[in-house]
């Protein structure tokens, strides 16, 4: 639905309840992927690749969730005209203009939210590469000790 804004402007009705759908799902990938970085830890730690891997698959297609959602908003920011992403001050501009102040104020809670687990994301994520590295460290010593071994080995039978 559209109606003429102030100057003659073709102004798009904006659902607030499907934009609040959306955000509401985003958060719901948001706190999924979190619980797999959680998981993902664990099994770093434990040193256990074949959970690790199965980890990463799930997550991989939380991922592509959370892509398909993102076109979404792109999708979304379009129908009101507007070529940037939400991560921008023109699309929230343009938002609040036609949800009205209560309605964006909802929105972006939300949307403030999904930005706070995304850095605690980020967060964990480095966390799991830390402990990752260091398993790979201990292999790499390892596997150097049983070269040495090897080597030692041979010179001692020649």
Do not use: P
Not at 81 to 109: C, H, M, N, P, Q
């Amino acid at each position: 639905m559209a109606k003429l804004g102030r100057r003659g402007v073709l102004i798009l009705q904006v659902n607030v309840d499907n934009i609040k759908g959306l955000a509401e799902k985003e958060q719901k990938v948001y706190r999924d992927l979190i619980s797999l970085v959680d998981e993902e830890m664990e099994h770093a730690r434990a040193g256990n690749t074949m959970a690790l891997m199965d980890v990463l698959k799930r997550k991989q297609a939380v991922i592509s969730c959370q892509e398909a959602l993102q076109d979404k908003w792109l999708e979304f920011a379009a129908s009101m005209g507007i070529s940037s992403s939400r991560e921008t001050v023109e699309f929230w501009d343009a938002l609040a203009a036609r949800l009205g102040k209560e309605g964006s104020k909802d929105v972006i809670e939300k949307i403030i939210e999904i930005r706070k687990m995304a850095a605690e994301i980020l967060e964990k994520e480095y966390e799991v590469q830390k402990e990752l590295e260091s398993h790979l460290a201990k292999l790499r010593s390892n596997l150097l000790k049983l070269n040495d071994g090897m080597r030692a080995f041979k010179a001692y039978m020649s």
